[in-house]
């Protein structure tokens, strides 16, 4: 299993920003997918994950229309389209691939997803 995060960078509050992941070494199209990011000294934190099934979505409330996960089954990507960012969006982000094909039920993200991209630094700061 490999992911490969890119497009991270710096923009000012109330800008825009796009992460994307390439995933490879499994059936992508199979697998729900995620974005998790997290900020010096605190523990990763669930941001978006995507389902396999019909590509439904879930996001942690604070970033609840502001940022928009899809997916691409034929060039096995997954990106995170990130608006109106704040200061408190900086934080590195990964992309994250669930531990369990074709699930049916999500459960808690921070317990089903076990593979890790090696993260792109986002910074909002004026």
């Known amino acids: 299993v490999r992911l490969v995060e890119s497009g991270g960078g710096s923009v000012q509050p109330g800008g825009s920003l796009r992460v994307s992941c390439v995933a490879s070494?499994?059936?992508?199209?199979?697998?729900?997918m995620a974005w998790f990011r997290r900020t010096p000294g605190q523990v990763r934190e669930f941001v978006a994950l995507i389902g396999w099934r019909d590509a439904s979505t879930e996001y942690t409330d604070s970033v609840k229309g502001r940022f928009t996960i899809s997916r691409d089954n034929v060039k096995n990507t997954i990106d995170l389209k990130m608006n109106n960012l704040k200061p408190e969006d900086t934080a590195v982000y990964y992309c994250?691939?669930?531990?369990?094909?074709?699930?049916?039920?999500?459960?808690?993200?921070?317990?089903?997803?076990?593979?890790w991209g090696r993260g792109t630094q986002v910074t909002v700061a004026s």
């Open positions: 070494g499994f059936t992508f199209s199979v697998y729900d």
């Open positions: 994250a691939r669930d531990g369990e094909a074709y699930r049916e039920k999500w459960i808690d993200p921070a317990s089903s997803y076990e593979y």
